[in-house]
């Protein structure tokens, strides 16, 4: 595991470097996003704000 | 000894981390050298989030927490200043850089959480601050170049730090302390050039500070000679930077031999084959010197072996060297013909000017002490020796106006420049920040921490300080510059005339020297 910290002595604890949990939903979203423009347009559905009463 | 963590906040978020920050790296080889226990968390390199920080900061009982940055990196600040106060009830939260520097106060009011700040240069503060932490009776408005907090909460600014002398005394980066292999090589390629873009072991370095030119849009970090302390109609001290009348500056610089043996051992170390110069102007540095500082240089790194040298492909074309190319920033009116083909020689690949500007009437303004004419002559004269010219322009600047953009349209058809360029932006620490303070308020609703958060590439837009074009004029241009659409302009002339009641055949600007200081809003 790779630490996160680096320095000239052991700290008390070590913080390794858990891989990075991105999902499906988040991988295309962000894939998009750096596309965006044109016919590329998209839902980022966890920023929905919309109240069905409205 | 003193427990000491750096954290090195988050900066450009929409680029993958490609720069050790130099002057922590060299902070916390300082405090090595003088015996403290360091560790470092790069924020900026891993991007990972709370929940790691928040590890971090419990992984020890650290005596101390330490950041800074440039002034973009605030949110990322913020953010971690709030979690270290939380995790770290009794650690000392110190922070530089930048950020810090040039808006002392508002940074300590704005980032309650931070015990010190320090101003400027912190070569010696710092390890004078862990020293006192040692010792255990603090007291900082005994070291020069703090900012602290009195028992009933005022601000308190020591005297101001002096700059050092001898800068080859400095250790070299603890570049150890950051991760390498793991993120900063795989992001070696820089953009600039045909060697810059094969680049697969990269670092920086830092071989001079200060810069001998005044130009009103930049800042210097208060480590160039450009900070002075005054004392305002309150009685209250506080840094000034370049403001009109008054510029100062402080030209420093490494030793040709500190600076090639300082790339040897990077490369003899890491195995780096390019290497980009930090420095604000290196041509400042090699007029000073009366034009011995890069020969010498350049010479150096024929003699240390570094001169790249080529395996090619089936093309013909450039696969890998063995060696180290490099680059760095030039100046239009600094730079000459023969220092330029020495450099080339030595293996440097391209070199950064602010052109700024193809229009006579805005370089003018700018300061800087270039013309269009000398930009054009260094253009050629970096192209014939074969090193790349990196051609920054910038628009929206005070009195930028309709010729002006199409000046700027017709020189880069000519000169074959594709640019988009920055729009001119107020940073804190530049005289522009402080000629235009009550517009850039007024334009954020009198809330500067607003402005602070809104800052980020210049090549977005956040308080304009042109008179005659506002945000939306200013994006709507510079799309049509790149289009080089002079149709959709010309006509947006006749519009923008009208608009401001400019009748036919009269100038065709708002700008007038007296309203300096007043942007359109
Ligand atoms: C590398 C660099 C970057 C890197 C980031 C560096 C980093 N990791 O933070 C990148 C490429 C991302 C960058 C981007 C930009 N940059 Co820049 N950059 C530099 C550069 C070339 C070198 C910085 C450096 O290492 N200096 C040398 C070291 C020794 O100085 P230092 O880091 O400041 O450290 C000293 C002190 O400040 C202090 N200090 C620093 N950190 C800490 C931490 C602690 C705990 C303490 C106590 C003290 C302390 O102590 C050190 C020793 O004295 C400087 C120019 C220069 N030569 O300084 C410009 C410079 C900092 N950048 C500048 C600008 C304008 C920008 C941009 C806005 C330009 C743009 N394209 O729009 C962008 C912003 C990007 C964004 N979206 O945020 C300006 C000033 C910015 C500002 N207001 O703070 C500078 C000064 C260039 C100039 N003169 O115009 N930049």
Redesign the pocket.
């Known amino acids: 595991m790779t630490s996160v910290l680096k320095g000239n002595f052991t700290p008390k604890k070590t913080v390794d470097l858990e891989p990075e949990k991105k999902d499906l939903e988040t991988r295309f979203e962000n894939a998009a996003l750096k596309r965006l423009g044109g016919s590329i347009a998209f839902v980022a559905k966890k920023k929905i704000k919309w109240d069905a009463d409205e | 000894m003193a427990k000491i963590l ?1 954290i ?1 906040p988050v ?2 978020e929409e680029d993958v981390p ?2 050790v ?4 790296a ?2 916390a080889a300082i405090a090595m050298d003088r015996g403290h226990l360091v560790q470092v968390y790069d924020a ?1 390199a891993w991007r990972r989030g709370e929940d790691v920080l928040r590890a971090v900061l419990r992984a020890d009982d650290w005596d101390v927490v ?8 605030y949110n990322s600040i913020k953010r971690i200043v709030t979690a270290a106060r939380d995790e770290c009830p009794s650690s000392l939260i ?1 922070l ?4 810090l520097t040039s808006l002392p106060r508002e940074m300590m009011t704005w980032l309650p959480q931070v015990d010190v700040g ?1 101003i400027g ?3 010696e503060t ?1 390890p004078e601050i862990l020293g006192m932490v040692d010792a255990g009776q603090p007291d900082w408005t005994r070291v020069a170049g703090t900012v602290s907090r009195s028992p009933d909460g005022t601000l308190v600014l020591s005297p101001q730090r002096a700059l050092i002398d001898d800068l080859d005394g400095l250790p070299y980066p603890a570049w150890d302390l950051f991760p390498l292999e793991e993120v900063y090589f795989k992001n070696s390629d820089v953009l600039y050039s045909e060697e810059g873009m094969l680049a697969t072991r990269r670092l920086d370095i ?1 071989a001079s500070y200060g810069c001998s030119l005044i130009c009103r849009f ?4 208060g ?1 160039a000679g450009d900070m002075r302390y005054e004392t305002d109609d309150k009685g209250n001290v506080n840094p000034a930077f370049d403001k009109p009348g008054t510029y100062t500056r402080t030209i420093r610089y490494h030793s040709p031999e500190y600076v090639v043996t300082l790339v040897k051992h990077a490369y003899d170390t890491y195995g780096i084959n390019f290497v980009t110069f ?3 102007n290196l041509m400042t540095m090699d007029q000073h010197s009366g034009r011995t500082w890069l020969k010498e240089i350049c010479r150096l790194w024929h003699e240390f072996g570094l001169m790249p040298t080529y395996e090619y492909d089936d093309n013909g074309d450039i696969k890998s060297w063995t060696g180290v190319h490099w680059s760095g920033t030039s100046h239009a009116t600094l730079c000459n013909p023969e220092i330029l083909k020495t450099m080339r020689k030595a293996g440097c690949s391209h070199l950064v000017y602010g052109y700024e500007s193809f229009a006579p009437h805005v370089m003018k303004t700018i300061g800087k002490g270039a013309s269009p004419a000398s930009n054009i002559r260094s253009f050629f004269w970096t192209l014939e020796s074969g090193i790349r010219p990196i051609p920054n322009q910038i628009i929206g600047f005070p009195n930028e106006d309709f010729e002006s953009i199409r000046l700027n349209m017709e020189a880069w058809k000519k000169l074959g420049i594709v640019v988009k360029p ?1 729009f001119a932006t107020p ?3 530049s005289e522009w920040f402080t000629v235009y303070r009550k517009s850039i308020l007024k334009q954020y609703d009198g809330d500067l921490e607003a402005f602070i958060l809104d800052l ?4 977005a837009i956040s308080a304009v300080i042109s008179h005659n074009f506002n945000a939306i004029e200013l994006i709507g241009l510079r799309e049509m510059m790149l289009k080089d659409d002079t149709r959709m302009i010309d006509a947006y002339e006749k519009i923008w005339c009208e608009n401001h009641g400019i009748p036919e055949g009269a100038p065709a600007t708002l700008y007038t020297k007296s309203d300096y200081g007043h942007a359109a809003e």
């Open positions: 750096f090195n900066v450009r490609r720069h920050p130099y002057g922590i060299l902070l900026n330490a950041l800074g940055g440039i002034t973009t990196t110190v530089g850089g930048g950020i320090v240069e912190a070569f710092l830092n930049c800042y210097h970090l480590i930090l420095d604000e920055h940073y804190p620490g980020g590439d210049a090549s």
